[in-house]
């Protein structure tokens, strides 16, 4: 991995968590809209599984220790949002991904619900059920800009991903005789 | 879908153990207080610096759903509010009314008068006469002219002309008009003329009365004034000597000219002298 990615998580990671605080948060309040998440989604759909549950975990880590709930469980979440997207994506269409984005945000943010609910050993597990749908349909929306803006940012040459480079042998008899 | 590779597989569980480790150590105790103090501190501060510029756009976009709500509800208040005011308006008016119809009735009870209440229904200038009032009152009501319309307090005026249904009313403070006066305090006799807004001026017959600020002037005496006698015109509020000794009074009104309201016409005034009894040499009857 690159300086150069590092520095793009590090500083994406923090930009989607002060828009979440300042922006998203409030503006979809009650329902627990998470930008941070779509990044995450949107990255490992881009990128991949393996970079997906890396940035995944590194930034619900960052959020989970920025709030009030115990460490890890955003963590935990945004694993899983990175894990499975890096394994779904076909890249074929933005729409599609957007959708994968929406419904994979609106299941972790169920899965957070409920664990939270069982940490703090009761709370409001039903919203898990109720604010899905209205969390995946918004999650959707931001998705198309979010994904649209991460596949630009990672095909560029400083944050492309390093691939194995092959050298291709032309093997065969020789026309030129 | 693709399929996870070993090494991929490997690192999900490690990173999924460490979350579970970090949310035990967590909820185990404070072993993770700092880092949450120094991230929320951070963030805090970038918070901070974010909302001082993305708070605006964040405020109308929280508005833009509730806009259209919002305006409605405004309206719904505002015509909410003027209701209640129109309420409380009519609610003060009530009781000014009633206020009116107790001193009426209590002038009718004290001076054994038979009064008809009136409303007022217009102002203005008739029959070449600046100060009169138009009363919702007239001649098959029993309102004859020349009759005193009082508020219950003082003296309003008289009616200067009466139709079936109205009766016009010349106030007593009108400056063309005089009302024949008592002092109260001494029985000094003279005239009050309306002056023009500002109340009556006060000219007593006999030059050398002594006239006092405070002194009440009531309409009398019975059978040389053309209103019902007893009722109050006013209180002296300065007193005047001219150059050739003739004294004079400025008088405030008891009833304001321009707030009559409610008032009652004197169809009948009371002699009152029932239990009146003659006087004889050492009090005996």
Redesign the interface.
Known sequence: MTRARVAAAVAAT?TA???Q???VG??FSPWAVSLPAVLVAAVALVD???TG??FG?AA???A????RH????L??CW?GVG?VC????DRRSLRRDALTVGIVCGVSASAATVLLAV?HRGGPALDAVTDFLPVAAVSTVLAFGVVALVRAMLHTDHLRAPHPVYTELLVGPSRAR | ????TR??RV??IV??V??????????GGSS?EG??G???G??GS??RG??SV??P??RW??GVPSAGTNESEIGELKKENADLRGRLAARRSDEHTTAQVKALQQAADGGNHVLLPARVIAYGPGQGFDWTVTLDVGRVDGVRVGQTVTDGVGLVGRVLHADDATAVVLLAADPGSGVGVRDTRTGELGVATGDSGKGFRFVPINAEAQISVGDVLTTGPAGSTSFVPGLSVGTVTSVRTSADGTRSAQVRPTTSPTEVDLVGVITVAGRNLAGRAPLTPGGGR
């Not at chain 1, 890096?86 to 994506?89: I, L, T």
């Open positions: 923090i968590l002060l828009l605080a300042t922006l409030p503006a991949g599984p393996a549950m890396s975990f619900g880590l960052a989970d220790l920025g709030s115990p460490a890890g469980v963590a935990l694993l894990l890096g394994a779904v994506a940490i | 879908m693709r399929r996870l090494r991929q690192s999900a990173l999924a460490l979350a579970l480790s970090f949310l035990t150590l967590d909820l993770l880092a949450h120094g991230v929320r951070a963030l970038l918070y974010t909302d993305i708070g756009v964040r976009v929280q």
